[in-house]
C-alpha cells in the first residue's frame, strides 16, 4: 500500500475520502455515506475542520516535491 494522499481521479471536492478509501481497499461512495451521516450525528464541525485540515495536510496523487 502507497502513502495516504488526495485523490484526483476518485474525488467530489477535494479528494481526501477517495485518496482515503483508494489507500484502504474501501468503497469511495459508502466512506462518502459514511462521513455524511457521521456529520450530522455529531454535529457536522468537528468533521468538517477535519476534512479541510486532511485537505492541507495531504498531497494529492502523483505531486512530486521539488528542491
Do not use: C, W
Given at each position: 500500500?502507497?502513502?495516504?494522499?488526495?485523490?484526483?481521479?476518485?474525488?467530489k471536492?477535494?479528494g481526501?475520502?477517495?485518496?482515503i478509501?483508494e489507500r484502504?481497499g474501501l468503497?469511495?461512495n459508502?466512506l462518502?455515506?459514511?462521513?455524511?451521516i457521521?456529520m450530522?450525528a455529531t454535529?457536522?464541525?468537528?468533521l468538517i475542520?477535519a476534512?479541510?485540515?486532511?485537505?492541507?495536510?495531504?498531497k494529492k496523487?502523483?505531486d512530486?516535491?521539488?528542491?
Amino acid at each position: 500500500m502507497g502513502k495516504l494522499t488526495r485523490s484526483t481521479t476518485n474525488k467530489k471536492l477535494a479528494g481526501v475520502l477517495g485518496g482515503i478509501a483508494e489507500r484502504f481497499g474501501l468503497n469511495a461512495n459508502l466512506l462518502r455515506v459514511i462521513y455524511v451521516i457521521a456529520m450530522f450525528a455529531t454535529g457536522g464541525a468537528p468533521l468538517i475542520i477535519a476534512y479541510f485540515v486532511l485537505v492541507l495536510l495531504l498531497k494529492k496523487d502523483g505531486d512530486q516535491i521539488h528542491g
